[in-house]
């Protein structure tokens, strides 16, 4: 359960804030304007800095008037921006993974004058560029890093395959057969990596059926395919093992000025990683975009675009996931809530 001091960041997209909430009784603590277009974030435990990609200039990644190519620095005790990073000639920043173990910080790039889509490393003490690693595909939206930070795992929006590459050579050791992907996670074991395909506005066509593909990190070989309703594009682990998604509704990635609750969280859990079963689902705002959940795996918190909204959900009973509170993202247009991260208390 969240204790006192534990903070939710969420980025409004349009707004373009980043909003501090208590994670006890979910009050405002603190809302930051950022540059424009806000994406993601993630937090650094260590260093106890928050991190947030600025994507575009305005609009979203099918229709926007140009890339941006800023990373917003966040101290979030102190309720206040610290630097704005530009990673210049690097544009369209999104998706971030964090190696703890080695300080190093992973931001995927979107092909452009600086080369190939791919992924900028920082050093975290320094937070200075250390160098890129191309992933050979155009718009790596998300990457995610094994537990031992051997290999990182870029989703293709645009290409037909994750990319797998070596982090301490920048090798490209792997190109796994998925038909465009959305969101991607890593199991807490490390041995499974869970990708959502096909890309949410091609789910439905002939041989693209919407759901999760697992991926055995050993062989690099697909070994289930979960199948969904609709196209999924969050995708989470929780440390506790269960794993959800982050259901789209029947009208996919159309924006509905009607914000309906059409969205669903799914719960799949089971006795390891590849051998998960649905065993739960609740209904969540319009366009579920990003998933992440408490330290001890027994809440979740997924955030909703088309709504501006984001679904508090209590998973202590995973078969009866509950919604617990839904907190409203303030807007400037139809781009809501978009990027989460949870901030546990100092100790």
């Known amino acids: 359960m969240p204790r006192t001091g534990d903070q939710l960041a969420v980025v409004s997209q349009s707004g373009p804030t980043v909003t501090l909430f208590d994670a006890v009784d979910h009050g405002v603590r603190t809302v930051l304007t950022l540059p424009a277009e806000p994406h993601e974030l993630l937090f650094d435990a260590e260093h106890r800095m928050l991190y947030c990609t600025s994507t575009y200039h305005a609009g979203y990644y099918d229709a926007n008037d140009g890339r941006n190519h800023l990373l917003t620095v966040i101290d979030p005790d102190a309720g ?107 199991s807490p074991d490390g041995s499974t990596v869970a990708v959502a395909a096909p890309k949410a506005a091609h789910s439905g066509e002939p041989g693209k059926e919407p759901g999760l593909r697992l991926i055995d990190t050993r062989t690099g070989a697909i070994v289930a395919t979960l199948p ?82 984001v679904s508090v959900v209590d998973l202590t009973v995973p078969t009866t996931p509950t919604v617990l509170e839904t907190l409203t993202i303030p807007r400037a247009n139809q781009a809501g809530a978009h990027g989460l991260a949870y901030i546990p208390a100092t100790a």
Do not use: C, M
């Open 80 to 186: 206040r921006i610290v630097e704005v990073l530009d990673l210049s000639p690097e544009h369209g920043p999104h998706g971030l993974a964090l190696d703890p173990a080695r300080r190093l910080l992973y931001v995927s790039v979107e092909a452009g004058p600086a080369g190939p889509g791919g992924v900028v490393v920082l050093d975290t003490e320094t937070r200075r560029v250390q160098r890129r690693i191309d992933t050979l595909a155009p718009g790596p939206h998300w990457f995610a890093i094994g537990a031992d930070g051997v290999l990182g795992y870029a989703s293709n929006k645009e290409a037909p395959y994750v990319t797998v590459v070596e982090l301490a050579t920048g090798v490209l050791v792997d190109k796994i057969a998925v038909p465009g992907s959305e969101g991607i996670a890593v």
């Open 228 to 309: 969904t309703e609709h196209a999924v594009i969050p995708v989470h682990w929780t440390s506790n093992g269960l794993l959800l998604a982050g259901q789209l509704g029947p009208n996919g990635v159309v924006f509905d000025q009607s914000d309906r609750p059409d969205g669903r969280l799914v719960v799949w859990a089971g006795p390891s990683p590849t051998s998960v079963e649905p065993v739960g689902s609740v209904s969540v705002g319009s366009g579920p975009l990003t998933l992440t959940s408490s330290p001890e795996g027994e809440r979740a918190y997924l955030s909703s675009i088309f709504s501006s909204t």
